[in-house]
């Protein structure tokens, strides 16, 4: 039996959306230097009361690899920093399909696990991976029964959308992650912001580390 399992979005889905791709209100809040990658920017906004962050940089490297290995989401626990024991591709499509993924967070922290829809796009130039979050429940409740049996502790994310783009430049290519997320459950929000900008550097420079691996500048 699922319990208290409600994975809609406290914000309404596409004005989230709208906010997070509109240009206007980013801050910056963090530089940092990263090894092997470079200096990674890091902005911050509130968007209709969901923290939002953005980081980029730029790098060698060829675009289309880079989404490649962006998309690559059941093969992440391969190469990424963080601990993803669970990853599935629910649908495929040329341009778009669905996905699970699971983090194992360190005790106390609960692990956390999110559902979503994702596609790809070329818009001039530019590639662009973005996924919005889905209602598991409704969408998919045998695997949601079948993770929550795996991992009985774990919980959903509140909030979980965002995008990578990958635009050419004279210096490279401009990488930039953004993404809109609330951890739930007992985590204030503050801390989960805090957390979640601490990660956003670590995040590229994993990718852009898996993409020289793959022979992509």
Known sequence: ????????????????????????????????????????????????????????????????????AATDVEHQASWSTWKVPEARKLTSGATSFDYYQLLDNPSPVSDRFWFVHARTSNEAGVRIFRWDQVDAATAYPT?????????????????????????????????????????????????GEIAARSTLPTNIADLVREVKRRGGS
């Open 1 to 68: 039996m699922i319990l208290g399992l409600s994975l809609a979005l406290a914000a309404d889905p596409a004005a989230l959306r709208a906010g997070l791709e509109d240009a206007a209100g980013w801050k910056l809040v963090e530089t940092k230097k990263v090894d092997g990658v470079g200096t990674v920017e890091v902005h911050h906004k509130e968007v209709h009361g969901e923290d939002c962050l953005s980081g980029s940089t730029v790098a060698a490297l060829d675009p289309d690899v880079l989404l490649v």
């Open 143 to 191: 695997e949601l029964a079948a993770l929550q049996k795996k991992y009985p502790d774990a919980l959903a994310t509140r909030t979980n959308l965002g995008d990578w783009t990958f635009a050419p430049e004279p210096g490279g290519t401009r990488i930039r992650y953004r993404i809109c997320t609330d951890a739930g459950g007992s985590i204030p929000r503050w801390v």
